[in-house]
């Protein structure tokens, strides 16, 4: 019985998790949920003998355990309660990790994409019937961000409904008509309501999801066709057309995107202009990366996540910024998972974690690569390490390339 009521309850977290009614960072209704079947997967794992621990995250634990340490240290000299608050995100996101693992088994993944399917739904019809939240520029432009409090949450949360089903999708391997338009269908959705957030982040991973299926269906026809001429042809002919898209878009020296209507191709170009026109310093002062190499010592031993006041710029920072560029210097992390985890915990123990990372992109199964290659290189752009589904399609990944499918439909266990 009780088996049968922890995945509802994941269910119902996950689909909790897109309302956001307090600031981000605080606890959620979905949070509620996800720790009570953690909590209930821990009595059922008791009451069954199943297995517990497993040595695939023994990487992972060592990790916790150092940036556990190293933010301590720092709360001790600081007495800045925020440094444990990041220790607790880290704890809470090892606790996420070990009950997705848990309860993974092919029944358990039917249940959760039908999940991610209503919620890419629900979001849809959050926009049409204009009572979505919206991103407001101080210029006047506008981004969608759903029933959340900012847009790269949103496009985020949509771009891992769409990573989910595609793994699970390429899992089964099941390419009838129906699972084919089914899957491309949402697809379509969720590119379409990323587009309406407009976040360069996620069109990043976009860009690499569909640019890495391209190439495995280049390589796949080309190295078993008899006239491998052709395909060459072809693929010297898309990487044409692509460089004519990138010319086509590329923005003029008085580009000004305030005076575009402001759609997704414009914040691109935005992108583009500010990295051809300015200088690395801008690019760190837009991701509130510049202490990368203000202060590169943390890059050895980390600095400790959280109390971001001590890294306010000094000296006439501002002076090195290209004009127009300079407008605050905001107080919060680094926006990019490996960088700002780098720098708060220095090189050891991201190491650790980077190696736990690799080898579950090494395991995944060719096919469902695309997925997982696309939110690492997402997550260069963005901090996405205490959203859950940034862990869950990871250990998806690992597990796929790991059991088989007997094993999937016996709710098997990765073991190594």
């Known amino acids: 019985m009780l088996e049968q009521i ?6 119902i ?3 909790t998790k897109q309302f956001y009614l307090f600031p981000s960072g605080s606890i959620g209704l979905a949070d509620l949920f996800f720790a009570a079947a953690g909590i209930l997967t821990i009595c059922a794992a008791f009451r069954s003998g199943a297995k517990m621990l497993y040595r695939e995250d023994i990487p992972w634990a060592v990790f916790l355990v150092f940036a556990a340490v190293i933010n301590g240290i720092y709360f001790i000299k600081t007495a800045e309660k925020n440094l444990l608050l990041h220790s607790l995100y880290w704890f809470y996101s090892a606790f996420l990790i070990w009950t997705f693992r848990a309860l993974y088994s092919d029944r358990f993944m039917g249940g959760l994409c039908q999940v991610c399917r209503l919620n890419i739904l629900f979001q849809l ?25 900012d847009p790269n949450q949103f496009a985020f949360f949509i771009f891992t409904m769409m990573l989910v089903l595609f793994m699970e999708y390429r899992r089964k391997g099941i390419y009838t008509v129906k699972t084919r338009a089914l899957f491309w269908g949402m697809c379509l959705l969720c590119v379409f309501l990323i587009g309406k957030a407009k976040s360069t982040g996620m069109f990043v991973g976009l860009l690499v999801f569909f640019a890495v299926l391209l190439w495995q269906f280049f390589w796949d026809r080309c190295r ?158 963005l901090m996405n390490c205490r959203q859950p589904f940034f862990w869950f399609i990871l250990v998806m990944a690992g597990m796929s390339g790991m059991i088989g499918e007997s094993r999937c439909r016996s709710g098997g266990r990765e073991e190594e």
């Open 125 to 149: 019809l959050v926009l049409f019937s204009g009572r979505g939240r919206y991103f407001h520029e101080s210029w006047g432009g506008t981004r969608f961000m759903g029933t959340f409090n």
């Open 6 to 11: 922890i995945p509802t309850i994941f269910y």
């Open 224 to 381: 078993h066709s008899k006239r491998k001429i052709y395909w060459w042809i072809g693929g010297a002919a898309s990487v044409a057309a692509l460089a004519l898209v990138v010319y086509l878009i590329w923005p003029g020296a008085d580009f000004d995107v305030s005076r575009t209507d402001y759609t997704i191709v414009s914040r691109i170009q935005q992108k583009i202009w500010k990295l051809a026109n300015g200088n690395l310093y801008d690019l760190l002062y837009d991701r509130s990366a510049e202490r990368l190499i203000l202060e590169p010592q943390y890059l050895l031993y980390g600095a400790g996540e959280g109390y971001f006041e001590r890294f306010i710029p000094q000296n006439g920072f501002e002076y090195l910024l290209s004009p127009g560029v300079f407008d605050v210097f905001h107080v919060n992390e680094i926006h990019s998972s490996f960088f700002d985890v780098w720098f708060s915990y220095g090189l050891i123990p991201t190491g650790f974690l980077v190696y736990w990372i690799i080898r579950k992109v090494v395991r995944c199964e060719r096919a469902q690569r695309a997925a997982v290659l696309a939110l690492l290189a997402e997550s260069f752009t």
């Open 13 to 15: 977290a996950i689909f």
